[in-house]
């Protein structure tokens, strides 16, 4: 069973940065694809990021593409997410999540996701 504790959420103006942590126990961290999802008020969960095991290939939505820079550190059982020129839209609940699977796009990476942390919030305010 693998917990996930998300960190780094708050408050940050528009255009500011932000960097969420994602600390990950009980697995074997390397055997997992990490990924970065968000839900804003009244919206569904949505694919942002994910990095594949050994961290070589990335995939993004196209909301944050060019923005938003997801990366693991295998020795430390973490993920992360810079997130930079944040927009007011960018308002969300972000949580983290695992799979041993292995996936292409947005709607199968939310499906393969096996485990899933309890979310950080991040308010950008316009």
């Known amino acids: 069973q693998v917990q996930l504790v998300e960190s780094g959420g708050g408050l940050v103006q528009a255009g500011g940065s932000l960097r969420l942590s994602c600390a990950a126990s009980g697995g074997t961290f390397s055997r997992y694809a990490m990924g970065w999802f968000r839900q804003a008020p009244g919206k569904e969960r949505e694919f942002v990021a994910v990095?594949?095991?050994?961290?070589?290939?990335?995939e993004y939505a196209d909301s944050v593409k060019g923005r938003f820079t997801i990366s693991r550190d295998n020795a430390k059982n973490t993920v992360y997410l810079q997130m930079n020129s944040l927009k007011f839209e960018d308002t969300a609940v972000y949580y983290c999540a695992a799979t041993s699977g292995d996936y292409s796009g947005a709607y199968y990476w939310r499906a393969g996701m096996e485990y899933w942390g309890k979310g950080t919030l991040v308010t950008v305010s316009s």
């Open positions: 990095v594949r095991r050994s961290g070589d290939f990335t």
